[in-house]
């Protein structure tokens, strides 16, 4: 895990082109942070966006969980937070809804564009309901990445292509469905723990999958059960079948 408050200019390249080169145009700048809790992929986002004389972005701090995030974010006040969805100590739901002031400032407003590998429909609509300006998936070209944080500074919302379906579904439909209450109490990780749990996988298993311990899974089937008011894991698959969760 890295130090929360480390900033550009100690990473190497991950990939073997250089770094992002449009940029944002002449005299165009943007302070950074970077949420993942995957160490390499903030070193290969660093090396491929945050060369600043080339691409206009500065990366002023990483954070690779919760707690490290609202720190750093908070302390460093940039203009634009690249958050990945799922991170340890309740994903970046629990990071906007920790930062909701930050992002309410009207004369200096923290922004918040989602950069994850998952595209699915709840992690993009959660992200956008907790305040996020766009979601773009890992895919994203270096040069894409760059332009999308400058839009997300200057307010725009910016989605990668397949995704903005699914905020248009949940948010311009007059048949929505409505916010369930009951699975908002859940973090992030609980939710992940849940399906897993919900379609049979041992804790083992799922330890594995999230790169969690098995304690940490037992720790989190435990909240989940209590929240929701359940006895055990039969009656947790019920209650996520019944939602169509699984």
Not at 68 to 83: D, G, M
Not at 152 to 174: C, H, I, K, N, Y
Not at 193 to 199: D, G, P, T, Y
């Amino acid at each position: 895990m890295s130090d929360p408050t480390e900033a550009n200019g100690t990473a190497g390249s991950a990939k073997a082109a250089g770094p992002a080169e449009s940029g944002g145009g002449p005299g165009r700048h943007v302070r950074v942070v970077l949420v993942d809790d995957h160490r390499m992929f903030r070193t290969g986002v660093q090396a491929e966006i945050g060369q600043t004389e080339q691409t206009g972005v500065e990366v002023v701090g990483e954070a690779a969980d919760v707690d490290q995030a609202v720190t750093v974010i908070t302390a460093t006040r940039p203009e634009v937070v690249l958050l990945d969805v799922h991170l340890p100590g309740g994903g970046g739901v629990e990071v906007l809804r920790r930062c909701a002031p930050l992002m309410g400032d009207t004369e200096e407003p923290v922004r918040f564009l989602a950069l994850s590998v998952s595209d699915a429909a709840e992690d993009v609509i959660g992200v956008i309901r907790g305040g996020a300006r766009g979601y773009v998936t890992k895919t994203i070209t270096g040069t894409d990445l760059v332009n999308s944080v400058f839009r997300v500074q200057e307010g725009d919302a910016v989605f990668s292509p397949r995704l903005a379906g699914f905020v248009l579904d949940a948010f311009a439909s007059t048949d929505a469905p409505p916010v369930d209450e009951d699975l908002d109490r859940l973090t992030q990780r609980e939710r992940e723990v849940l399906r897993l749990i919900a379609r049979g996988y041992a804790y083992k298993e799922i330890a594995k999958q999230l790169y969690i311990s098995v304690k940490t899974v037992e720790s989190h089937v435990s909240a989940v059960l209590r929240k929701l008011q359940l006895s055990n894991r039969h009656e947790l698959t019920r209650w996520a079948t019944a939602r169509r969760l699984v």
